[in-house]
């Protein structure tokens, strides 16, 4: 697909969050154009500790053809669902894998790129690091780096049913709805109190990272080692690393968008000792130097501009 | 179904290195050996040939001695990653504070930490029978002052 032309609009904000609007006119001699819409809806208050948002991401009009999205590591898990067409994942252990259905993944270390095609229509759930081991009793550290069908996890009726509601849904509200009420179904009965570890692992994320794991131990009553053990079973990760990945995660975000970056700055507010310990780690989690990051990123975010007056509102 | 019982399999295999790490963690040479095959290979990279034996040979008298001359010897597990069906990359980071001369390196009292490259295979009986360790020696050396 020739895109002559790229209309951006974006976020706005309906009574359950978030959403942004990406719109590409095919190309400039034909009316036909694809429209693609990501939004993002608040969780109930009491689920906030473990859910950091729903998602839904769909295309209407023309199909949607060589779409590559790239996307960093976020310090966050999910539970996907795939009403649409079939997409595939490339990263640093598969040059193109079929993505499952319905899946749940874990932390993913290292960026990776999506391919898609035809008809987007993608919803899901972004959980906050320690949450898939505070809800469903799951051992995080399996999941790192692997996309795990979701019938593995939870009963296959279930999946089923909760992924035919998505499929015959059209009312966005009412598909985060059905997401929420899935999650919660899933549990027994007994409403999750948030631990140490979701409190600890979601300080790092509050924080960006930037914090002092030594610090964070004062707050849990544990041993170092002990914490470590636990972090890691529940999270995939151990603290400082994690930590260390969701600084870059932030300093990807920083970025976002931008062709031209002040390095000198990023790595000194982002409290790095030193700038080849900087380029280590942007390295080390983006697979390319930030140069090279910056000349060929293509993540969704730099799709997304600011709205402007006249942009669609929901 | 043949995708998804590799995955639970992917799954499984970590099992094994995340506990091989945890027992290295507590100094429990035999869990750690208990979880491997007694015959399989272990490569110590930065040794070179002398670095290769099998995990019940090589393996133990290395993580032995290493026990022995560095008594606080302590590791964190950064990350598990399975490369493919059975193959588990983790990344540690071990630190100590030597107490004995070691592998040439002359006691000076004088701590290490280290990032570490641990490579596990597993074999159909769900027990490690590779391991591949990979660090940096030089450094490693200069930590501890030689």
Known sequence: MGLATRHISAPGLD?????HLVRW??????????????????PAEWLIPFVECYF?????????????????????CSLVVNSGDEYFLQNKKYERLEAPKQFI???????????????????????????????????????????????????????????????ACTDENEKAKLLEAFLISQFSGKKPEPDVIDKAANLIVEKNGLVDITEVLKD??????????????????SPKYYARMRRMSYILNLIAGKKKVDWATIFSECEFYDHSHFTKDFTEFTGRTPQQYLEQNIELANL????REGDIRY | MEILQLQ?????????????????????????????????????????????????????????MLIDCFP?????????????????????????????????IPNKGMSFDSDHIFIFHINTSNLIDSISVEWNHADFSRQLGS
Request: charged share 20%.
């Open chain 1, 25 to 42: 006119a095919k190309n400039s001699l034909t009316s036909t154009i694809t429209v693609m819409v990501y939004q993002k809806f608040k």
């Open chain 2, 72 to 104: 606080n010897i302590d590791n964190t597990l950064d990350a598990a990653v399975a490369e493919d069906d059975n193959t588990v990359r983790c990344q540690v980071v071990i630190r100590g504070t030597q107490v004995k001369d070691f592998a040439g």
């Open chain 1, 220 to 237: 849990v009553y544990m041993s170092r080692r002990n914490f470590e053990r636990c972090f890691f079973k529940k999270v995939g990760l």
């Open chain 1, 105 to 167: 993944s874990g932390q993913s270390i290292y960026s990776y790129r999506l391919f898609l095609g035809g008809r987007i229509n993608i919803a899901g759930i972004v959980f906050k690091p320690a949450a898939l081991a505070t809800l469903f009793n799951l051992p995080t550290y399996q999941y790192t780096e692997e996309r795990i069908p979701l019938k593995n996890v939870f009963k296959a009726v279930s999946v089923d049913a909760l992924a035919h509601s998505l499929a």
């Open chain 1, 56 to 76: 839904l991401w769909h295309s209407s009009g023309e199909s949607v053809a060589d779409f590559i999205v790239e996307s960093p590591p976020t310090g966050y």
């Open chain 1, 304 to 307: 997304i501009e600011k709205p």
């Open chain 1, 15 to 19: 009574k359950a969050g978030t959403f």
């Open chain 2, 8 to 64: 639970q399999q992917k799954l499984s295999i970590k099992n094994q290195c995340v506990e091989f790490m945890f027992a290295y963690q507590q100094k429990n040479v035999s869990k750690m050996l208990s979880l491997c095959d007694p015959e399989g290979t272990v490569h110590f990279r930065p040794l070179g040939e002398a670095g290769k034996g099998t995990i019940g040979d090589l393996g133990k008298n290395i993580w032995t």
